[in-house]
């Protein structure tokens, strides 16, 4: 991974350390106009009903398991309108997620010396993780 992107997450990761919309309990309300914005337009799934946002989130938590994450000692962010996603990987073509109204999760592990975040992307109508991004 290039400096610049490393560099990119680090700024990102600060600022969602800083208090930003997390996935806790308190804040999974979420109304289906919420969650049919921020994704790339798909017009495969016009039509289709969203998945809730817990559905989203339990999709994105099965990835970050998979990859060896421990949900206990991390902090996950529902990165609404996808703005965080967009402000890092604004340059970079993702093909996975193309065409896809999708979901982006962030997973930052709790420690002393923080690791690079967990980006999962989740198309909302079908559950499916289409991208995973770090470690």
């Known amino acids: 991974m290039g400096s610049f992107l490393k560099s990119q997450i680090w700024l990102l990761m600060m600022f969602i350390c800083a208090g930003l919309t997390s996935c806790e309990p308190t804040h999974r309300q979420a109304t289906t106009e919420s969650l049919s914005k921020g994704g790339s337009e798909d017009h495969a799934d016009m039509g289709k009903k969203p998945l809730s946002r817990e559905q989203i989130i339990d999709a994105a938590n099965t990835a970050a398991r998979e990859r060896g994450w421990k949900l206990e000692e991390s902090r996950s962010v529902f990165d609404e309108d996808n703005a965080r996603w ?7 073509t993702i093909p996975e997620v193309e065409g896809h109204d999708y979901q982006v999760i962030i ?29």
Do not use: H, N, Q
């Open 86 to 92: 967009r402000s890092v990987f604004s340059d970079i």
């Open 107 to 135: 997973y930052i592990r709790r420690a002393i010396m923080p690791s690079e975040p967990l980006w999962v992307a989740v198309d909302r109508s079908t559950g499916k993780v289409l991208r995973v991004v770090g470690d």
